[in-house]
Each structure stands twice: as C-alpha cells, then as structure tokens.
C-alpha cells in the first residue's frame, strides 16, 4: 500500500513536470513572436515614412523656380526666320539691282529678265541703278503703283549719312528689317564690297536681307543673298550669314549709304 502511494506521487510530479515544460514552451513560442513583430512593424512604417518624405522632398520645387526656369531657357532660345528666296546670279558687273530685283519678283512667282528690268529701271553701264527707280519698278510689280504715299503698302528708299553710327539709325533698320521680313518682304542694302569681303575692292553693291537670326529679340546676325557671280559658293550660292553689326558698317560705308524697305 505505501509502495503504491509512492508511485502515484512520482507520477503526479513527472506529469506536473512535462505540463510545466510543455506551458513554458508554449508561452515561448506565443509571446516572443508577437513581441517580435510588434517591434518590427513600427520600424518598417518609420522607413517607409522616411523613404515617402525623402521622395517628397527631391520632387517638390519652388513653384516660381519651376515657372522661371523653362521662361529662361526659351527666352535664350535662338530664333531664326528666313524667307526662301531663290537665287539670281546677276548677268554683269553692273546688273546688281536688276539681279535683286528678279530675286524678289521670282519669290512673289513673277518672273522677269534681268534686261527687262535693267531697262524698266534705267540702269546705266557706269552709275547703275538709282535708289528711287528700284522702289518705283518693284512697287509696280508688286503693289501696282510706282509712287507711293503716306502709309501705302511698298518700298520706300532710306539714305543715310557716311559713317552714320548712331544707335538710333542702326536699331530703325533693324526694327524695319524685322517688320519687312514679317510681312515677306525682302529687305534691298547698299553696301560697300570691301564691308563684306575684306579682300575686294571698294565699291557700291546691292544685295537683299532675306531673314535674320535673334536671341531675346535682339538680331544676331542677317542671311543675305549676293547676286555678284564672284562671290558664289558651291553648295550655298550666294546665301550668307553676316553679323548685325558687320551689315550696318557695309551700309554706312558705302559711298551712298542705303536701304530700300
């Protein structure tokens, strides 16, 4: 009878025992797992906020800087206009005007012979051709009148003085340029040959404006089209790019200083 006591007791304790082990165990596995991802799950939202106000903060600008930003760079934008003018190459040495003449007529789909117009314009084999009948000749072809009045549409003649440098008359044949390619209208320059071509000689010279290049509204430098057969290029003719201020000192520095707009 004791023997058998004893025995329950022993079993009693072990089975206490495997319950205990068998508790712990289970609290180990329960508790330890909740914990650890009770403190996982604050860090990962912190990264994430981190990561959200990190992006914020790279792609937010000022919203001045963003609307100043394209302004500048469209405003030192190059702007270019040139009229597609075809090219005459004039039948002498005295046939400049009548050359310019024909390319202009040509650009408005009227055709006429240099000879034609030499004729119509009283070009002379010494003198050339006179300012006023170039305007009144090409004012007849295009606007069918040769004498213009007021503010009717043609072209009109501008004489300058020899050495004019004042501002004032280089931003007017600016503006004017502007203007008269604006409206298709080819611009005509007397100049001196050795203004454009250092390696020539002094001489009175007609070529046209046909288009201009300007950063901030501020002309760059003009294309022009020679006519004269010595100055001719391969490939682009008499198509030229020459600078602003390279141009005007052409012009007021021939010996009759001019522009017909």
Not at 102 to 130: A, N, P
Not at 217 to 224: N, R
Request: glycine share 4%.
């Amino acid at each position: 009878m004791k023997f058998k006591l004893v025995s329950i007791i022993i079993i009693i304790v072990i089975g206490c025992t495997f319950y205990y082990i068998n508790e712990s165990d289970q609290k180990q596995k329960d508790h330890p797992i909740e914990n650890k991802q009770d403190q996982q799950t604050p860090d990962k939202d912190d990264k994430t906020n981190k990561d959200d106000h990190t992006n914020t903060q790279t792609i937010i600008t000022d919203p001045n800087q963003q609307d100043e930003q394209p302004q500048h760079k469209e405003q030192d934008k190059q702007k270019v206009i040139k009229l597609d003018v075809p090219q005459s190459v004039q039948e002498n040495n005295y046939f400049c005007v009548p050359a310019c003449v024909q390319m202009v007529l040509r650009y408005h789909d009227i055709e006429v012979s240099q000879t034609q117009l030499s004729k119509e314009m009283h070009t002379d084999t010494v003198t050339g051709t006179e300012y006023i009948d170039l305007a009144n000749t090409l004012n007849a072809y295009l606007f069918h009148k040769q004498h213009i009045e007021g503010n009717e549409p043609g072209y009109r003649v501008q004489t300058l003085a020899i050495n004019d440098q004042s501002s004032q008359s280089q931003a007017l044949f600016e503006q004017r340029v502007k203007s008269d390619i604006a409206s298709h209208d080819p611009v005509f320059t007397a100049i001196d040959v050795m203004g454009l071509y250092p390696d020539l000689y002094h001489g009175n010279h007609m070529i046209i404006v046909i288009g201009y290049a300007s950063t901030n509204d501020v002309i760059d430098y003009y294309y022009i089209i020679d006519s004269s057969y010595t100055v001719q290029d391969q490939i682009y003719g008499g198509l030229k790019i020459v600078g602003r201020h390279e141009l005007y000192q052409a012009i007021i520095h021939n010996e009759e200083p001019a522009y017909i707009w």
